[in-house]
């Protein structure tokens, strides 16, 4: 059984920055697709950003510049480097996770993803 576990949100001003991890466990493949997603009380979960095996990756406009995806292959672990932020970044955040062979098209697509951590909190104050 695969379980997602995320951490490191939090609340900061508005120009400060968070780094979120996400440790995976259960998986039966070697490698992994990742992605970290948001989303705002009332609205659609958003694709932010995706890394696939091959360290190729995928960025949402609003934080192209100011967030970075990395991975660690070996403990199946996923990062999220946020910069820069601003207040609406404000939002949970959630780690994903699914087997390689993933269209780099299709990276910020939550269909395309079957495993979901359970969220944390990312609060940023003007």
């Known amino acids: 059984q695969v379980q997602l576990a995320e951490s490191g949100g939090g609340s900061v001003q508005s120009g400060g920055s968070l780094r979120l991890s996400c440790v995976g466990s259960?998986?039966?493949?070697?490698?992994?697709?990742w992605a970290w997603f948001r989303q705002v009380q009332g609205k659609g979960r958003e694709g932010v950003a995706a890394?696939?095996?091959?360290?190729?990756?995928r960025y949402a406009d609003s934080v192209t510049g100011r967030f970075t995806i990395s991975q660690d292959n070996a403990k199946k672990t996923v990062y999220l480097e946020m910069n820069n932020l601003r207040p609406e970044d404000t939002a949970i955040y959630f780690c994903?996770?699914?087997?390689?062979?993933?269209?780099?098209?299709?990276?910020?697509?939550?269909?395309?993803?079957?495993?979901w951590g359970q969220g944390t909190q990312v609060s940023v104050s003007s």
């Open positions: 259960g998986f039966t493949y070697n490698y992994v697709t």
């Open positions: 890394i696939d095996k091959d360290g190729d990756t």
């Open positions: 994903a996770a699914a087997g390689p062979g993933k269209l780099l098209s299709r990276l910020l697509l939550s269909v395309e993803y079957p495993y």
